[in-house]
């Protein structure tokens, strides 16, 4: 079965700092995976996605994420965090058969001043 | 301008009473999702239609009705068979083909009395 699994429930960096979050997942074919942010009691954004092609795809907000195929793993990036960019962050891939989206557990950030 | 709309922004329910949320697009996309979140849970998918007068049920269906009459809309009916209803529920639309993307609607925070 398809999964995501986001390893860390809680990170907390420094602003400035740069930031790596983690993702895994578990999928058959070539995955279609997507990272997304939520802010407190909104809906969720899209950061960026990966379909095929280049591996390191560039996203909103100086956030960027790389698809390494041998490691199954499509982990997010930014090199400077700012304060703003504390939230949720959501890793997902979608089933192609079905469409239906899996979503990992979430990653929350916090960023300290 | 373009998006999805949810509402109430909050919802109470009274024991044994039915309560719907609405959740609207005008991006004129086929397929709808509804799913729910609870603290460290990331998201669960209730229903999703992938068109028209059609839908199937997700992962966690029990307790809920949805129906798609128009594409537009996509109401979820939390019936008083849902024994734990408090969470926040959230609305998707799917852009299918070579840009598919799932978008959000800000969501709907269901609590109980």
């Known amino acids: 079965a398809q999964s995501v699994t986001q390893p860390d429930i809680h990170i907390t960096v420094s602003e400035g700092a740069s930031l790596e979050l983690r993702c895994n997942y578990s999928?058959?074919?070539?995955?279609?995976l997507f990272w997304y942010v939520q802010s407190p009691g909104q809906g969720l954004q899209l950061l960026l996605k990966?379909?095929?092609?280049?591996?390191l795809v560039q996203g909103i907000k100086g956030f960027e994420a790389e698809f390494k195929r041998s490691q199954s793993s499509f982990n997010l990036r930014k090199p400077s965090v700012h304060w703003s960019d504390a939230a949720e962050y959501f890793c997902a891939v979608v089933n192609s058969g079905t469409y239906k989206y899996i979503f990992g557990t979430g990653t929350r950030l916090k960023v300290l001043a | 301008d373009g998006g999805i709309t949810q509402s109430p922004k909050y919802l109470f329910r009274k024991e044994g009473q039915n309560v719907t949320l609405s959740c609207e697009q005008n991006?004129?996309?086929?397929?709808m999702y509804w799913y729910r979140q609870d603290p460290g849970q990331g998201l669960r998918l209730i229903y999703y239609s992938q068109i028209v007068n059609d839908f199937q049920k997700g992962d966690i269906a029990e307790g809920y009705s949805v129906s798609r009459e128009k594409k537009e809309s996509f109401p979820l009916t939390v019936t008083s068979a849902q024994k734990n209803p408090t969470a926040f529920y959230l609305c998707a639309s799917r852009r299918a083909g070579v840009r598919e993307t799932q978008y959000f609607g800000p969501g709907t925070r269901l609590l109980v009395l």
């Open positions: 991006l004129n996309h086929d397929a």
């Open positions: 999928y058959g074919a070539t995955p279609y």
């Open positions: 990966y379909f095929s092609g280049d591996t």
